[in-house]
């Protein structure tokens, strides 16, 4: 069983930038592809990046294309979120997610795939 716990959210102003964090802890974390999603006011979840086991592998988003890069360093089992360039409609609690593949992280199932509490992300205009 993976447990994540996510960091680095707050509020910034409109083209500013954060760094998330997902920590894993309770399995082997390398051998799991990771992702990113966000919830804000009164919508939907939805997928906002991939990255696969090793890294070298990474989806994201229409919405965050350009301005948002995931990555990992399996030593520290630990995926990062850089969100540059942000704006109003960014703002959305954030979740950390883990499962097998990129396919299930990004696919509709919620079996083998684990979630993160959640961090706040606020993104003044």
Do not use: H
């Amino acid at each position: 069983q993976v447990q994540l716990v996510e960091s680095g959210g707050g509020l910034v102003q409109a083209g500013g930038s954060l760094r998330l964090s997902c920590a894993a802890s309770g399995g082997t974390f390398s051998r799991y592809a990771g992702g990113w999603f966000r919830r804000a006011p009164g919508k939907e979840r939805e997928f906002v990046t991939a990255i696969n086991w090793s890294g070298d592998s990474t989806y994201y988003a229409d919405s965050v294309k350009g301005r948002f890069t995931t990555s990992r360093d399996n030593a520290k089992n630990t995926v990062y979120l850089q969100m540059n360039s942000l704006k109003p409609e960014d703002t959305a609690v954030y979740y950390c997610a883990a499962s097998p593949s990129t396919a299930q992280i990004m696919g509709k199932m919620e079996q083998n795939k684990y979630w993160g509490q959640g961090t706040q992300v606020t993104v003044s205009s």
